[in-house]
């Protein structure tokens, strides 16, 4: 039988429809949602099989229908709130950094949220600087929130089945880029826990830790890297918190070096904390500094080739490694 | 243009309240789309820039 292969927005699709599905509390809402299937047509057909009542489009007012997803969850629902551009995440911090992270804390355990946010990341689209951001680094810092941040089809759907059943608000991000990337996804049931990186690629001379958008970058790079005579190991922690800081230390504790790859904001960022972690973990049997590459700390530029020099590159993550591999 | 549209209701209301009549509206609506085609085709005709600007304007 040959491998059935899907994209990643289908796999989206169909973690959802499986869901709501499975329990009727699972409903969705957001901006364009319903007929429209989102302007990349990830949720077409879900309206039909499921009406108006669970798939729900919202007026243009995120942190209005934020909120309502928060009170629903609190109440019994399993809301999936849709936020059709990350960077618009900007206005359900309130609803979603002092409601719906605080809220179980608060109430000593006797509440809990079991939402999901969707929301993209990623540039590369020529949208500009509003609609181009990574901004998965700032959920990740709030104590409460989880944060998903899947980079194939067949990971996207098991870690949303996971994130929709998780009591927790949960914050999934999907990089824009890779909703028409294809890859196996069987057919049944199954879900992926959060927390568990995933090698991506197996090596022995460096470890490129990549994030969302990046892995396909990083496993790129990693073929580049091949042909030069350096075995890379990509790793994805697939979930930013919780972070399997273990997989990450024992790839570094292995090949002695790292590179981390993520498409946020260098500063301040993803690539920050991991690089941290592995630092601190494998410090004794690191051969040299762990190196980070994050999108350029700029505004993402509409202009394609300015827009082109802000993201990671295959190329840029080969040679950094041929410089920590001393083959540069 | 829809019956909603703040333009077109706004011409609407300035020539019923006798504050402007059709041909300076005709005006206003060619200067602004002579205006648009310029930019448009400006921006079509420009160079793409230099990758070493990519850290202009970011601080004033």
């Known amino acids: 039988m040959t491998e059935r292969e899907i994209t990643f927005a289908e796999a989206i699709r169909e973690a959802l429809a499986e869901a709501m599905r499975r329990d009727p509390a699972v409903f969705i809402m957001g901006e364009d949602v319903a007929e429209a299937g989102t302007p990349f047509k990830v949720l077409s057909g879900l309206v039909e099989e499921f009406g108006t009542e669970r798939v729900m489009d919202t007026p243009i007012s995120e942190a209005g229908f934020t909120g309502l997803g928060v009170c629903a969850a609190m109440t019994g629902m399993r809301p999936v709130v849709d936020i059709m551009f990350g960077d618009f995440i900007t206005l359900t911090m309130d609803q979603m950094v002092n409601q719906a992270a605080k809220v179980h804390y608060m109430s000593g355990g006797k509440l809990k949220v079991p939402m999901v946010m969707r929301t993209t990341l990623g540039a590369s689209r020529r949208s500009a600087a509003q609609h181009s951001q990574s901004l998965h680094a700032w959920f990740s810092h709030v104590p409460g929130l989880k944060v998903v941040i899947p980079s194939t089809p067949y990971d996207a759907k098991g870690l949303l089945k996971s994130a929709i059943r998780d009591d927790n608000p949960v914050v999934f991000f999907e990089g824009k880029l890779m909703y028409r990337l294809k890859g196996h996804v069987p057919a049944g049931d199954y879900t992926i826990p959060l927390g568990v990186a995933d090698i991506k690629r197996a090596g022995s001379d460096i470890t490129i830790v990549a994030t969302s958008s990046m892995v396909q970058v990083a496993l790129g790079a990693a073929k580049m890297l091949d042909a030069v005579g350096i075995s890379a190991e990509v790793i994805d922690p697939r979930t930013t918190f919780p972070l399997d800081k273990q997989t990450l230390i024992e790839s570094a504790k292995k090949t002695s070096r790292a590179i981390v790859v993520d498409e946020g904001y260098e500063r301040h960022g993803v690539t920050a904390e991991i690089a941290s972690v592995i630092a601190d973990g494998a410090f004794y049997y690191l051969d040299a500094p762990v190196k980070r590459i994050g999108a350029m700390d700029m505004p993402v530029p509409f202009s394609p080739p300015l827009e082109d020099a802000t993201v990671p590159t295959e190329q840029g993550v080969c040679e950094m490694a041929k410089t920590l591999c001393g083959r540069a | ?60």
């Open chain 2, 1 to 60: 243009m829809t019956q909603r549209d703040p333009i077109a209701r706004l011409s609407e209301w300035l020539l019923g309240a006798r504050l402007t009549d059709q041909s300076v509206l005709d005006r206003i609506h060619a200067d602004v789309k002579d205006e648009i085609v310029r930019g448009v085709q400006f921006a079509l005709d420009a160079k793409f820039p230099d990758v070493s600007e990519v850290t202009q304007h970011v601080y004033a």
